[in-house]
């Protein structure tokens, strides 16, 4: 049974930094997959923001987080994290965890509001 717990989030200002944690359960072990964090901010849809292979040697990014955002992972605990730093407003999101390709489950998500 999938289960992706993901926490963290919060209200934080411009510049300011915030680290996600995704708990995740598939089944298999965790290093079987590769891992990926998404978001959905009001009114768009949901997009692939950073990942990760099974063992976190190679790591991806889009562009607009590149060099402020840090993709982790700790397969003993079947956790994942997501360090953002320098947040800027349109960071504002849902963010969720989920395997990279994503399964159809998603789970609660975190909310990061980040003011002007």
């Known amino acids: 049974q999938v289960q992706l717990v993901e926490s963290g989030g919060g209200l934080v200002q411009a510049g300011g930094s915030l680290r996600l944690s995704c708990a995740a359960a598939f089944g298999r072990t965790l290093d079987n997959y590769g891992m990926g964090w998404f978001r959905q901010a009001p009114g768009k849809e949901r997009e692939f923001v950073a990942g990760l292979s099974e063992t976190g040697i190679n790591k991806y990014y889009i562009d607009s987080v590149e060099g402020r955002f840090t993709v982790s992972r700790d397969n003993a605990k079947s956790m994942v994290y997501l360090q953002m730093n320098s947040l800027k407003p349109e960071d504002t999101a849902v963010y969720y965890c989920?395997?990279?390709?994503?399964?159809?489950?998603w789970g609660q998500g975190t909310q990061v509001t980040v003011s002007s």
């Open positions: 989920n395997a990279n390709p994503p399964t159809n489950y």
